[in-house]
């Protein structure tokens, strides 16, 4: 079997291949970057859980399903977040805290810090405001309530996850960039393996 170099499907598997490539790299990028959040993640829960301090996570992550943040955080925008454990949250920073609002009590809220009174050296409360919200929040947030500050905004990572949720849809974007490698791989030998041939 000839293969054509200059034929539009050896030339569509060539630039397939390095895109596949590409793609892959990254995905196994995000996952290295995601076994070390996890490492972190674990790590500082076994310290706090050996020493009986019942902290949150130091580093956490949630994907953002309302407007009231709008421009600054989007609908299916992802977040990371860094727990503080010295009260050193300002006003300006955007905090994710345990809201005890009516409206949404016993959710995670996402909201900008516009006002802060210290009690102690260790403790304070928060008057919080969605950038799009009219008006601030009703009740304030105590340091205890808050879960972190916002130190990462990924655009749309929402969409990806959603995508990915689906066990199908997880196997589909693994299996279509690995097929088209080895499909390619399998071209190279073939063309390797003519030239051999034509050789003898």
Request: net charge positive.
């Amino acid at each position: 079997m000839t293969i054509d170099e200059n034929s539009f499907f050896y030339k569509l598997q060539y630039y397939s291949y390095f895109v596949t490539r590409a793609f892959l790299l990254a995905v196994f990028g995000l996952l290295l970057l995601l076994a070390v959040f996890f490492a972190i993640y674990f790590g500082d829960l076994f310290l706090n859980v050996k020493t009986g301090n019942y902290n949150s996570p130091i580093f956490n992550g949630y994907v953002i399903v309302s407007q009231s943040m709008v421009p600054t955080i989007n609908i299916n925008d992802a977040i990371v977040i860094k727990r503080d454990s010295h009260d050193g949250y300002q006003v300006g920073d955007i905090i994710s805290f345990f809201s005890t609002e009516y409206d949404s009590e016993g959710m995670v809220v996402t909201h900008r810090i516009v006002k802060k009174d210290n009690l102690t050296t260790s403790n304070s409360t928060y008057r919080t405001k969605g950038d799009n919200n009219p008006v601030p929040d009703k009740r304030g947030v105590d340091t205890s309530n808050i879960y972190g500050k916002v130190f990462l905004i990924i655009p749309k990572l929402g969409y990806v996850q959603s995508f990915l949720s689906q066990p199908s849809h997880f196997i589909i974007c693994i299996l279509i960039p690995a097929g088209i490698v080895i499909i390619y791989d399998l071209f190279r030998i073939m063309k390797a393996f003519q030239k051999g041939r034509e050789i003898y």
